[in-house]
């Protein structure tokens, strides 16, 4: 009989042609998808040629999708070249799948998209694949971006890389890969109306620190990870690496299969599940009605506390943005805790992608078409007091100093995003506390970081939001 | 690959991530373009905050103000070192700057990875916390044959972890050279 083996084992050894392999084994295998953006394109793009030659082409031209995403909505003439970079490899090589931001034309300030259904561009990169069509059960995904493990969510292998890796990669569709040994968490019961994912992938961070699951995979399992959304499954993923991790995964399910069936450009993919008696290197178990709301403090995902404990931190700014936390479930999380009433402190609002805006000015609060009287998720927010951007990975990584949301001072800020190392979000000194949407929603109310069980007093729904 | 490498040590402390090593602002510049390609070398170790920048007493500058190399040829880190963002243009930074060879306790594995793929900088680990014995500016001397770290300024030795699987990676002087020796590629740089 065989041997036992993961879901991560199982697809590594699949396109290393290999009937089995066992953590630690180095392997060659072939890539399902490469991905690149605006701010490592150029530089492997420039790799590939120094390499494989002026004239060369990728390996599957409908294989390799170029989202630019970072640095957009600036006037940096250098950010706008390197779109440019972008669009004349794009153009050479008859790159099928490329989202281009069709608004930089001139110099300056581009005017962001005025319509988010009418424009090619896509937004930040990790939502984007998804939505794309790019993302399937089984396969191997490899991008120039350390969140790249998000797609884990949907029981693929995904993880970052850099730009000479994804160079080699354009050239060959190869890889290597030393098989990483899986950690499993298990959470048991219902997601509570208080928590979402981010305060469970927190949990995890805080238990096993920012390098416990370093060369690891992690595994996200039980019936708590079931209740959640996909989007939410995604925030598990996502954070992945700030736990170290190669990469992240989840079961795949019913919910998985509908929103692939309905989204994939191919029609076919595996799904593997973990098999009965297979080794884990770590297993570690939350009830979930036990786990309050958390937030991370300045300067480490790790340095992690409960919101309450947090009450008496005075706050300068709230942010509700990124591939962590820019979702549409995320926008619709705030947007009911902020209903009717006026945020505190200057809160910044950026979708994750141009779907999340679409979708942003469609639904009603509880994540359904809205009536014509209704007010949007987007109306809602704005109502509020909040100021919602273009979609961008915009202030989650700083940028340049003229992006949307950036932290320019030694300011305090309350963030749904993935990293407060110092000076991820600008300044240097600049402190940031990551949290759920709920959390930081209840904290832009009072200007202190807060409790979102002072405000959440029923269950909030995302309807079909986000979900296929 | 140079097995021996001597030079100074600039000493930093645990889960040095890859937005500190560069920062995000200036990811603008084009690595590819040399008269860009320096300026990574400029700003490498920019984000670090200045009372941690240079152990044990910090308010060292790796680079100078206004230049691009660095005096540190060796730079000494604690635990998961170049943790965050994949950017390849970490190691690319310190390599420009002038730096060979980084000695942690261990590394992330995407910083580890650009480190021996693109065949920028030695990679080393070592068991011992050697930001509690090396001071920065310390004259080191890093000893890949004979596996060890001799700090010359205190006469402290400490032994390096073998470089393990990626050594024939490390050799060739990148994951390019790699498959071409071993016939991955076919033929030579072009």
Redesign the interface.
Known sequence: MAKPMTMTEKIIAAHAGRASVAPGD?VWVDVDILMTHD??G??T???FK????PDAKVWDRDRVVIIPD??IFTA?E??H??VQ?LRDFVKEQGIKYYYDPDFIRGSGMPNPYKDPTRTSYKGVCHKALPEEGHVRPGEILLG???H?CTAGAFGQFAT??????AA?TM??G?T?L?VPPTMKFVFHGQIPPYLTAKDLILAVIGEIT??GA??KTMYFTGDGVASLTLEDRMTLTNMA?EA?G?NGVCDVDEKTLAYVRHRSHIPHWTVYEDDPGCQYVFEYHWDLQLLEPLVAKPY?PDNTDTAHNCRQVKLDRAYVGSCTGGKITDMIFVANLLEGKRVKIPTYIVPGSTEVHADMKRLNLHGQPKAAEEKSVEQVLEEAGCLVGASSCAAC?????DTFGRLNEPITCISTTN?N????MGH??AGVYLASPLTVAASALTGYVTDPREFVTEPIGTGAAGAA | MEHVISGKAFVLGD?I?T??II???Y??????DPA?RKYFGMYAMA???PAQSGLPQGHQRFVPEGQFKTQYTIVVAG??FG???????APLAMAEAGSKVVVAE?????FF??CV???YLLPCECAHRLIDHIKTGDVCRVDLDAGELLDQTTGERFPLKPLG?VKPIIEAG???EY?RRAG??GGS??
């Not at chain 2, 990811?27 to 590819?32: D, E, I, V």
């Not at chain 2, 261990?106 to 995407?110: G, P, V």
């Open positions: 180095n701010v490592c150029p530089g793009i420039g790799i120094e390499q494989f030659g970072h640095y940096d250098k950010c070249r390197n970079i120039t971006d350390s790249t970052g890389v850099g730009n000479t890796d080699f050239g060959t190869k290597w030393k920012v390098s370093t060369y690496i170290g190669k480490s990584l700083g940028g340049p100093s990293r190392f110092p000076g991820r240097r000194e | 889960d991530d937005d500190q920062p995000a602002q990811l603008a510049y084009n690595p590819n860009e984000g670090v905050p635990r998961n943790c965050g963002s994949s950017r390849e243009h261990f590394y992330a594995r995407i990875r650009n793929n693109g065949g699987d990148g994951i390019f498959a991955m590629l740089r072009r």
